[in-house]
């Protein structure tokens, strides 16, 4: 069995207990991690070694940031788009990249895009195009390749609360929900909708809801996606609220996968 979680934690430092907790209960083989608002110098790797855990990242301070925990080391660690001429350094904080055994794992943080009329929701698209084209230069369908993250967009009406009135949302426009079923095209599987087809679940909740986490009234942006060879074995796939209940928690909360 491999367990792999996404976890949105909106500052690593500042949720550092409830990361170390969680994994201390669901002992996942990989957890990813997005905006971890840390410049790599002052990462917690210690913490995180002194639990017993592996970890690679890339970081800015005080914004964006990725990273992967995981019980194993990680192999292969690339972070930013390798082969992509139009690679910027913060490209750097928001994709990272392993393998463990033959299996291998993207962890993106895609733009959130702000507003339709802002050039950051066309630098949003134009990721996810990149997105898509590193898939193709680098990966094979074939392959075992999982692709987890905070994605910043909800991909079906059922991925948000009331979606008639988002459809001017940056992440729920029907540019990015195209931008999103495109690269998922190269062939990808969303597992989380294998195991709960037709429910209304989501990841995050915004702060300025407080009522928004009790009426079920959130977001489904953070997700799991998998080739073939991956996505026919997956045993179980879930999102865990209990972190989003914690006091301090992140807006967003756990994603998780099992696979035999």
Not at 86 to 93: Q, T
Not at 111 to 121: F, K, L, T, V, W
């Amino acid at each position: 069995m491999f367990k792999i979680a996404t976890f949105n934690v909106n500052s690593v430092r500042m949720r550092l207990g409830i990361v170390l907790d969680w994994l201390g209960k669901a002992k996942p083989d990989v957890l990813c991690l997005q905006e971890t608002k840390v410049q790599d110098a002052d990462f917690p790797v210690e913490a995180f070694q002194k639990a017993g855990w592996n970890v690679v990242y890339s970081g800015e301070k005080s914004y964006n940031g990725v990273a992967i925990v995981s019980k194993q080391r990680a192999k292969e660690v690339k972070v930013g788009f390798s082969q992509d001429t139009a690679a910027e350094p913060r490209d750097a904080a928001r994709l990272i990249r392993a393998t463990f055994g033959k299996i291998h794992v993207v962890n993106t943080y895609v733009p959130q895009g702000r507003e339709i009329d802002n050039p950051m929701y066309q630098y949003k698209l134009a990721w996810f195009r990149r997105l898509r084209t590193m898939f193709e230069q680098e990966y094979s369908p074939r392959r075992n390749v999982i692709w987890v993250g905070d994605l910043n967009v909800a991909p079906e009406p059922l991925d948000v609360d009331k979606p008639e009135n988002k459809t001017h949302h940056v992440c729920y426009h029907e540019d990015v929900r195209k931008a999103f079923w495109e690269t998922c095209a190269w062939g990808f599987t969303d597992v989380f909708r294998l195991k709960h087809p037709g429910e209304r679940l989501y990841s995050f909740f915004d702060y300025r809801n407080p009522r928004g986490l009790k009426l079920n009234q959130g977001w489904r942006v953070d997700h799991i996606l998998a080739t073939s060879s991956i996505a026919k074995k997956v045993h179980a796939c879930d999102i865990d609220l209990a972190p989003r209940h914690l006091p301090n928690a992140s807006d967003h909360t756990v994603v998780w996968a099992e696979i035999k």
